[in-house]
T-cell receptor, first 111, second 113 residues
Framework: GENVEQHPSTLSVQEGDSAVIKCTYSDSASNYFPWYKQELGKGPQLIIDIRSNVGEKKDQRIAVTLNKTAKHFSLHITETQPEDSAVYFC??????????FGAGTRLFVKA | DAGVIQSPRHEVTEMGQEVTLRCKPISGHNSLFWYRQTMMRGLELLIYFNNNVPIDDSGMPEDRFSAKMPNASFSTLKIQPSEPRDSAVYFCAIGTSGYNEQFFGPGTRLTVL
């Protein structure tokens, strides 16, 4: 079955710097790769996603890249702000149903 | 969290008791997912329904766990009997066939003593 590995587990950056979180997946049939942000006491919230027919997608300060050949995808946050501090999860699925999540990255943005 | 109501938000029970977690999705989504989140195992998919029919329950850990979706606006996850290792946050999420996005509820924090 699908396995998703996520690195790093913890990331600390200075406000204004960029943050990069990387994930790899094992199932070449996976075609949908969402990223979720989870704040304390809340459920994960979808922040951006990418499908296998696209190599890169950007939404304001957030961008995702996908390398299907290498089976890895990354989340890039530019100009980080204290409110970006949260746990971020990558995930992979085939058709959006059986979604497998990475272990999560705890991001700290220091003011 | 908008669009999915979970109850209770917190549940504390004793080992051996039956626990029922509830999820009420808004209309317009025909897929429903139950997840469990722990520090050790992260976010795990337990079961998902499409048009109220269970499609894949391979993530349900044991026979003590069962889930139902009697109609499009209600689902339950039941644990009987509960054990301390069931302590976790349980999330309900919704989606729509043909679209990949899932929207999570606020979760139920379960503590089994």
């Amino acid at each position: 079955g699908e396995n998703v590995e996520q690195h790093p587990s913890t990331l600390s950056v200075q406000e204004g710097d960029s943050a990069v979180i990387k994930c790899t997946y094992s199932d070449s049939a996976s075609n949908y790769f969402p990223w979720y942000k989870q704040e304390l006491g809340k459920g994960p919230q979808l922040i951006i996603d990418i499908r296998s027919n696209v190599g890169e997608k950007k939404d304001q300060r957030i961008a995702v890249t996908l390398n299907k050949t290498a089976k890895h995808f990354s989340l890039h946050i530019t100009e980080t702000q204290p409110e970006d501090s949260a746990v971020y999860f990558c995930a992979a699925s085939v058709g959006g149903f059986k979604t497998i999540f990475g272990a999560g990255t705890r991001l700290f943005v220091k003011a | 969290d908008a669009g999915v109501i979970q109850s209770p938000r917190h549940e504390v029970t004793e080992m051996g008791q039956e626990v029922t977690l509830r999820c009420k999705p808004i209309s317009g989504h025909n897929s429903l997912f139950w997840y469990r989140q722990t520090m050790m195992r992260g976010l795990e998919l337990l079961i998902y329904f499409n048009n109220n029919v269970p499609i894949d329950d391979s993530g349900m850990p044991e026979d003590r766990f069962s889930a139902k979706m009697p109609n499009a606006s209600f689902s339950t996850l039941k644990i009987q009997p509960s054990e301390p290792r069931d302590s976790a946050v349980y999330f309900c999420a919704i989606g729509t066939s043909g679209y990949n996005e899932q929207f999570f509820g606020p979760g139920t924090r379960l503590t089994v003593l």
